[in-house]
């Protein structure tokens, strides 16, 4: 067994596909096909259920599955600590960022890291909030900013921004002249949200229900400024973190303060608890503790 062999061997089950495997590991699906073949003869069991239509797992699969993981896991994770104790004053950092964080807060935080230290090679993967989570799993990120709650047994997370989160409304709506609102007041409003690949949308879900109610979604989209323009169109109504406000035209909406529940807006740094901190790493908590 080799850590090739478990490389192709996870990157199959997350892909649930050899050729689509394949083609992300740049390698051929007769090179899969062996490769899984010798796993199979080496611990002499079957793996994947070669009689099904669709791909499906073993349960002897599943089960080496979650073994492949943790070695992988394990075998980079040592290897990125040789490589940063071997090179102390350089190394790499790999951050994800949801592209809200971003324009709102980290920008100013990459432009200081790579003045403070130019040896390091800083990668930024900008992905809305639950792609990023995926991404730190699979250990392909060091670290990513997440939006509070953020709740998971696997990952440290520490709050480095917080602001409000306000109700948006066009000028004419019947609400515009309004300073506070309880959440209650919106049930029978037309919801525009962010798609659901963002935690944002989670947490409006959230603060509906602890109000009381399901929110009346009419329409979705991954892009803030479209939101932004259909609330301005009395299209329906919107929740802006107010930073994100103060980046755009606000003479025609309405910004509304919310109560029962309050919204806050909370960015943390989130990592796995059985990652390696290499020096990037700590260099850059250290930043955002500083802001």
Not at 92 to 109: A, D, E, H, K, Q
Not at 168 to 175: A, E, G, I, M, N
Not at 181 to 210: A, G, P, Q, W
Request: proline content about 4%; aromatic content about 12%; hydrophobic content about 40%.
């Amino acid at each position: 067994m080799t850590i090739n062999q478990l490389q192709y061997y996870v990157e199959i089950v997350c892909q649930k596909s050899f050729t689509r495997a394949a083609e992300s590991l740049f390698v051929s699906q007769s090179a899969l096909s062996k490769s899984v073949r010798t796993l199979e003869q080496e611990f002499e069991t079957e793996l994947i259920d070669h009689s099904s239509k669709d791909f499906l797992l073993t349960p002897e699969g599943e089960l080496f599955y979650e073994y492949a993981r943790k070695i992988l896991d394990f075998f980079n994770m040592q290897t990125r600590e040789l490589h940063q104790r071997l090179h102390d004053m350089g190394g790499s950092l790999n951050i994800g960022i949801p592209p809200t964080s971003g324009t709102v807060y980290f920008y100013s935080l990459i432009r200081e890291y790579r003045e403070r230290y130019p040896n390091v090679d800083l990668n930024i993967l900008e992905v809305p909030s639950k792609i990023l989570l995926k991404e730190m799993d699979m250990n392909r990120l060091d670290m990513g900013a997440v939006l509070e709650p953020f709740s998971n047994s696997q990952y440290i997370s520490k709050p480095v921004y917080q602001a409000e989160i306000v109700l948006t409304v066009s000028k004419t709506h019947p609400l515009a002249a309004r300073k506070c609102v309880s959440f209650s007041t919106l049930r029978n409003e037309k919801f525009l949200m962010m798609s659901s690949d963002f935690i944002y949308h989670d947490i409006i879900i959230s603060l509906c229900k602890e109000a009381g109610f399901t929110p009346n979604i009419a329409f979705k989209s991954s892009q803030w400024d479209l939101i932004f323009e259909m609330a301005n169109d009395s299209q329906g109504i919107a929740f802006f973190p107010t930073p994100l406000l103060a980046k755009r035209n606000c003479a025609n909406i309405r910004q509304i303060h919310l109560k029962n529940p309050e919204a806050h807006w909370v960015l943390s740094i989130a990592y796995r608890k059985d990652k390696f901190i290499t020096e990037p790493m700590q260099r850059f908590l250290a930043l955002c503790n500083e802001t």
